[in-house]
């Protein structure tokens, strides 16, 4: 006796080795577009350095390297994070574009309005953390020891501290996402997260206070200040859809 599976209508009987060489394909194009872009922005990373340095921090921040390997390491890191900036919509594409024959046309309209959705709300927490977060930051904490020593900031720990904060406002922006998740799904009910709003805020407060390393406490407030607001958007849309 023969079952009858659902499958998609665009579904394709392919054997495993197909599947895998055109994986295999997809793979070498984003690995391919990465390392491009990568080799082209290298040259002009040390200018980009520059211009970062004299936007994110003050005149009379000077800029020491305590290695000799330290420049370089964050030219190519810089190089690869702009790579990545080129990766990720290709990545995404290639693995959709890999994906597509077996979804279902529901499948794919939530997929097509998801994955741009959420790389919007990872766009608008980087930029927040990178033009706000990051300057504010180091505008007050050397402003505040300039009577007592001259600031002069290591290049790698600078810019590592750079990258990672705003990657990881970046990552706190997807929490709408998450909520409406764990909503539609039946993980929360929406019901328990508005009559325990305060409760909320609490543990969004001490997450902001635990994942942000300031002893201005300036950024821990504005992460705060941002889950909160992003916590009543993720109710807003869980709401309504």
């Known amino acids: 006796m023969s079952i009858d599976y659902d499958v998609p209508p665009s579904d394709r009987e392919l054997p495993l080795r197909e599947h895998l060489a055109e994986l295999r394909q997809r793979l070498l194009v984003i690995f391919a577009g990465v390392a491009i872009v990568t080799a082209v922005v290298f040259p002009f990373s040390d200018e980009m350095i520059r211009t970062m340095w004299d936007h994110l921090l003050p005149t009379e921040a000077e800029m020491v390297v305590y290695g000799p390997w330290e420049i370089v390491t964050i030219r190519i890191m810089l190089s690869l994070i702009c790579a990545f900036m080129i990766g990720v919509p290709l990545l995404l594409y290639e693995m959709l574009a890999f994906m597509r024959p077996g979804l279902y046309p529901s ?15 990872f766009v608008a927490g980087a930029a927040i953390g990178y033009f706000l977060v990051v300057p504010t930051f180091f505008g007050l904490v050397i402003s505040a020891s300039s009577d007592v020593a001259f600031a002069q900031l290591s290049i790698k720990n600078t810019f590592s501290m750079v990258m990672t904060t705003t990657a990881g406002f970046g ?11 764990a909503v539609k799904m039946g993980l929360i009910k929406y019901k328990s997260l508005v009559e325990r709003r305060w409760l909320v805020y609490s543990g969004l407060l001490a997450f902001a206070m635990l994942a942000t390393p300031d002893p201005t406490l300036l950024s821990q407030l504005v992460v705060a200040v941002m889950l909160v607001i992003l916590f009543e958007f993720s109710l807003l849309i869980a709401r309504f859809l």
């Open 107 to 121: 499948e794919r309209r939530f997929l097509y309005l998801v994955v741009p959705f959420s790389l919007i709300l």
């Open 171 to 181: 990552l706190v922006f997807q929490l709408p996402l998450l909520i409406v998740f």
